[in-house]
């Protein structure tokens, strides 16, 4: 049995993974089916809306091709990564992208956006029911009439929610980007009272002292998402299971939502 994670645990775990932007962005270098897909969505629907902008992973492809992009950010170190990243676009590209520090839950442009897209599991930082319906109150607002609102989120997978808690999940040493090479371990543990999913990682250099990178994602299941945004005026036009429109099914791995305001 294990220890009921704190609120402050709780509130680490939703900005620790944000504070490194090196570490970020080589953890998912490899993971670019879902720029693909955003920035297709994005061509000639423009301007959007990008709720978890981060340091520029999609939105600075989007601006590349073409896409006027608005993002919010609660990550000061992202949003500081993303500032000097774009030093480095093209002028026009640098002039795309308008990005925020702001809470996605309460803030407000006072402009609508025929696309309003929340990329890789920002959703999974909405951790209880109000929070969830202050965002969707939001994304409503800013949302054309006709507009499509566009987000993907990952499928609570059952053997990470039942492992060990107490138990490394090993995986083969690698190199980050300040600490050298490192041994890497992460622990696993599932609140099912809150569904909410703890993941800590345990980063070790080999000439120095083990540090830690919590990660606290909220788990929505594929009917518990669908009704949420239905009971918060959203009706939902198409759920596929990857990034190439295949069917969600019961191997897929990452939920592909798109929903528009329900009349």
Known sequence: MTRKKTDHELKVGALAHYEDPAYYAQTYRR???????????????????????????????????GVAVVGIDHARRMLADLSQRLKEEPTEARARIDARF????????RRRFPLVVAPFNVILHLYVRPDV????ARVREHLEPRGRFVMDLSMPMPEDLA?????????????????GVVKYGEYFDYDRARQILFVTGELT????????????????????WEALLHYNGFAVDHVYGDFAGSPLESHSDVMVFHARKRS
């Open 205 to 224: 250099p080999r000439n120095g002292q083990m540090f830690a990178v919590p990660l606290a994602h909220r788990q929505f299941f594929p009917r518990e």
């Open 31 to 65: 993971r670019v089916d879902d720029i693909a897909y955003y920035t297709h969505l994005a061509k000639g629907h423009g301007p959007v809306l990008e709720y978890g902008i981060g340091n520029g992973r999609i939105a600075i492809p989007m601006a590349r091709a």
């Open 133 to 136: 319906e202050a965002f969707l």
């Open 163 to 179: 492992r060990n808690p107490n138990k490394a999940h090993r995986a083969p040493p690698f190199r980050h980007p300040s600490a």
């Open 102 to 109: 702001g809470d996605m839950r309460r803030m407000k442009l």
